[in-house]
């Protein structure tokens, strides 16, 4: 089989964003990401050494001068010594370990340099995703014309509903090339024209953005609050993370992922100067309508106006969803909202993945002991990671 991951940026922003501050906070640390299938599918036999066929490829990507180029014009808060750190970088799939019971189940852990091991996370998701689609029939019964039609009607009703829109739907698109027809027909839709209530903010899969001359979206993930509890503590972590990632990017990427351990923690040490610096936060988990109302009331409490932050919603949105939730924050805050599998694999027939590879261990520098990193969330379903680990924290946390 042909190779699925072609570009060195058919990844999202975020793995370079976060690569970038752990580059400049954490050079020396190890972690270990581990495979988390939420479905508990079950893969076909063989799956595993497919799998580890499309790793392998994965040593003949680098990045293009033409790649280089574009994130200098359109991530201008990234310094060029680390776009001489990217022509150098190559992936190692001796980073990667993929196996398969008897049952099916597939176990994939990926571990080695932080800096280096962050940039598995969206290849092998959308490999593994785009593997199965091809393995149930669903790249085959594919009806390009009928999915470009269904693209252009949610489109149309995205932008006529107001909404402020980008996409985030690489780890779990169906196929490359549909992922690419999407954004295609977005960027069709919204030029075509002037007066839509709603607005295509981008996309987070750099490569495309690059192709159709988008905005790359993308600032962190929970991963580095993850891996700074284990430095700095549950109640602390998130100040400590706010306060380097500001310093890392000099106050540009300013929507912080708040969640990783839920809205209490992270609500209990929210300063009025982090606040204030930061241009906005994430709701990726929780009831949205209830974070919306936590977030006015916490903004209102430090003495800052709500209308002037924005919102990113990104918590498994259709349309449905993100309209009613647009209109229930009527002005309140900038809403916006990051969408991914509604819009990658939203295919007639086709059932999405729902598949996330998650930190799980981590140390500072090689001389020192391995620590447990998990993800509590405002989900349950969401909390990933050493149960026991779980359990202490939540009691902790009341």
Not at 265 to 288: C, I, P, Q, T
């Amino acid at each position: 089989m042909e190779a699925i991951i072609k570009h060195f940026t058919d990844n999202d922003l975020y793995t370079f964003t976060c690569q970038y501050y752990i580059l400049e906070t954490y050079p020396r640390a190890e972690v270990e990401y581990t495979f988390f299938d939420r479905n508990r599918q079950k893969y076909p036999e063989g799956f595993a050494a497919l799998l580890m066929e499309q790793i392998r490829y994965m040593r003949e990507v680098a990045v293009t001068d033409e790649e280089i180029a574009f994130m200098e014009r359109k991530c201008q808060f990234l310094p060029k010594w680390y776009f001489t750190f990217l022509k150098g970088y190559r992936f190692n799939p001796g980073e990667v370990s993929v196996s398969q019971d008897e049952e099916g189940c597939l176990a994939i852990t990926v571990k080695g340099k932080w800096f280096s091991a962050i940039m598995w996370e969206m290849p092998v998701l959308s490999c593994i995703s785009e593997l199965m689609h091809r393995l149930r029939g669903d790249i085959d019964r594919y009806d390009e014309a009928l999915e470009e039609e269904r693209a252009r009607a949610k489109a149309e009703r995205i932008f006529g509903g107001g909404l402020v829109l980008g996409d985030m739907g690489t780890r779990r698109r169906m196929s490359f090339a549909h992922h690419d027809m999407v954004i295609r027909v977005m960027k069709e839709v919204w030029e075509s024209r002037t007066d839509w209530p709603g607005r295509f903010t981008g996309t987070s899969n750099v490569w495309l953005a690059m192709k159709y001359d988008l905005v790359p979206l993308g600032t962190m993930s929970h991963q580095l609050i993850s891996f700074e509890e284990n430095v700095s503590g549950l109640f602390e972590c998130n100040f400590n993370v706010m306060k380097k990632f500001s310093d890392v990017f000099d106050g540009d990427n300013g929507i912080y992922l708040y969640d990783c351990f839920g809205d209490k923690v992270f609500f209990g040490n929210l300063s009025k100067r982090m606040a204030m610096m930061y241009k906005g936060l994430r709701v990726d988990s929780g009831d949205e309508f209830e974070q919306t109302d936590r977030i006015i009331a916490k903004y209102e409490d430090l003495g800052i106006d709500p209308a002037t932050k924005q919102v990113c919603y990104s918590n498994g949105l259709d349309i449905d969803k993100a309209i009613k939730i647009h209109e229930y924050v009527n002005g309140r805050v900038l809403d916006s909202y990051g969408v991914g599998t509604f819009l990658t694999c939203d295919v007639t027939g086709c059932d999405p993945m729902n598949i996330v590879l998650k930190l799980t261990r981590g140390r500072i520098t090689e001389r020192r002991e391995w620590h447990d990193c998990v993800k509590l969330s405002c989900n349950t379903t969401k909390t990933l990671g050493n149960e026991e680990k779980c359990r202490y924290l939540l009691k902790l946390l009341g």
